[in-house]
């Protein structure tokens, strides 16, 4: 029906069902990033089946493959607009109402904590915890798009920049998620809804060097 977001990694749809219902849809295509970035995405998808349902994960309802794309489904967020659908991440909730009160944002941080903890706990690592991809669903915030969800200790960092430990000698664990979460918070106290070019040289300035810290 439309389309209700973008990332380096696909795009995501608003679609209706047979039945009338209505979800969202996020399609991946290897033209956009090549065989190794597609299987990437296929393998977040599986291992998101294999982590199982959380009340601070959004549900993966059904996950499918073709020679031309992956694809997946989920359940809408709440929408900002009456009128339009428009998708209650957290990005676009900063864009709408410039900050969010004590309350609210303790309460995100508290709700994508479980979520990280449920994950850590079965060994996995997101790998792309940011504003985009926090979404709300009544009165709980959900951490959603696993395309880069993967067993802990992986030689390669990934994710988006600005929210990754940057350092050559790393491997994937939890500090990866801590960290990204930590910059999310920085946004959404300070108001820093989205990465410009001098907003994410900023954000990768943040020094990672003390992440060892962080480390479970």
């Not at 428009?86 to 609210?104: G, Q, Y």
């Not at 706990?121 to 880069?148: A, E, S, T, Y």
């Not at 960092?157 to 918070?185: C, W």
Request: proline share 4%; hydrophobic share 40%; aromatic share 8%.
């Amino acid at each position: 029906l439309a389309s209700i977001g973008k990332g380096g990694f696909g795009e995501v749809f608003l679609a209706e069902n047979r039945d009338g219902n209505r979800k969202a849809v996020k399609i991946f295509t290897p033209k956009r990033k090549g065989p190794v970035a597609f299987n990437l995405e296929y393998d977040g998808m599986r291992m998101a089946e294999f982590a199982g349902v959380h009340q601070n994960l959004v549900p993966i309802e059904s996950v499918g493959r073709t020679e031309h794309c992956v694809y997946y489904t989920m359940p809408l967020a709440d929408s900002l607009r009456e009128a339009e659908y428009i998708p209650a991440t957290l990005h676009n909730v900063l864009t709408d109402r410039k900050t969010m009160d004590e309350e609210e944002l303790a309460q995100m941080a508290l709700d994508i904590l479980d979520a990280l903890a449920y994950l850590h706990r079965k060994q996995l690592i997101h790998r792309d915890v940011k504003l985009d991809n926090i979404l709300r669903f009544g009165n709980v915030w959900k951490l959603g798009d696993p395309g880069l969800l993967s067993p802990r200790r992986q030689k390669k960092s990934a994710g988006t920049p600005g929210f990754f430990i940057n350092l050559k000698s790393h491997r994937t664990d939890e500090s990866d998620d801590l960290y990204a979460l930590g910059k999310v918070l920085y946004c959404a106290c300070t108001g820093m809804r989205t990465l410009s070019a001098a907003a994410r040289a900023l954000m990768v300035s943040i020094p990672s060097e003390g992440i060892q810290s962080m480390r479970m």
